[in-house]
T-cell receptor
Framework: GDSVTQMEGPVTLSEEAFLTINCTYT??????LFWYVQYPGEGLQLLLK?????DKGSNKGFEATYRKETTSFHLEKGSVQVSDSAVYFC?????????????FGQGTELSVKP | GAGVSQSPSNKVTEKGKDVELRCDPI?????LYWYRQSLGQGLEFLIY????????KSGLPSDRFSAERTGGSVSTLTIQRTQQEDSAVYLC?????????????FGDGTRLSIL
């Protein structure tokens, strides 16, 4: 079945450091890919998405490119801030008979120190 | 309301009791999803609704779990004869239509603790 694997955390960075959180997926159909973020004490929020190969999703300085050849959707940010500290979830939704349900990775906790 | 609303925000109950969790989706959203977030299992899909119908119940862990949606709006997730392994945060999400491209909007969840 479909699955998502993302790098384990926690990831600890200093402010202004470069961030990469790796995400790879397995899907039988044609998935859309998402990054969701959960800030401390808050609910899940959509961060960005890409719906087809080579699409780049971006938001709040974060970017991720849908790479079909490597089945990856790595999250990057050039300069992280303390306010980016959160748990990040990579997810897919398969178009073929899946009804839009999301399959999530395990989540990666990011801690940014001043 | 402006967002997905879930109630109660916290629920503590004794093993063996029944619980009902409520989700009020964003107005006009026809698709509604239930997920469970637990330490050991991460975020798992439970069930989704298209209108009042539930085409996919494959994520419900056992027959103690059931859900319904009435009037194309509010949904309730019921857990009968609760067990300690049911302790988790239960999340509800809604989207405008059932489509893999549609972003899902999540509520803050119900934290369920079984004593």
């Amino acid at each position: 079945g479909d699955s998502v694997t993302q790098m384990e955390g926690p990831v600890t960075l200093s402010e202004e450091a470069f961030l990469t959180i790796n995400c790879t997926y397995t899907a039988t159909g044609y998935p859309s890919l998402f990054w969701y973020v959960q800030y401390p004490g808050e609910g899940l929020q959509l961060l960005l998405k890409a719906t087809k190969a080579d699409d780049k999703g971006s938001n709040k300085g974060f970017e991720a490119t849908y790479r079909k050849e490597t089945t990856s959707f790595h999250l990057e940010k050039g300069s992280v801030q303390v306010s980016d500290s959160a748990v990040y979830f990579c997810a897919l939704s398969d178009r073929v008979n899946q009804g839009g349900k999301l399959i999530f990775g395990q989540g990666t906790e990011l801690s940014v120190k001043p | 309301g402006a967002g997905v609303s879930q109630s109660p925000s916290n629920k503590v109950t004794e093993k063996g009791k029944d619980v009902e969790l409520r989700c009020d989706p964003i107005s006009g959203h026809t698709a509604l999803y239930w997920y469970r977030q637990s330490l050991g299992q991460g975020l798992e899909f439970l069930i989704y609704f298209q209108g009042n119908s539930a085409p996919d119940k494959s994520g419900l862990p056992s027959d103690r779990f059931s859900a319904e949606r009435t009037g194309g709006s509010v949904s309730t997730l019921t857990i009968q004869r609760t067990q300690q392994e049911d302790s988790a945060v239960y999340l509800c999400a809604s989207s405008f239509i059932v489509d893999s491209n549609q972003p899902q909007h999540f509520g803050d969840g119900t934290r369920l603790s079984i004593l």
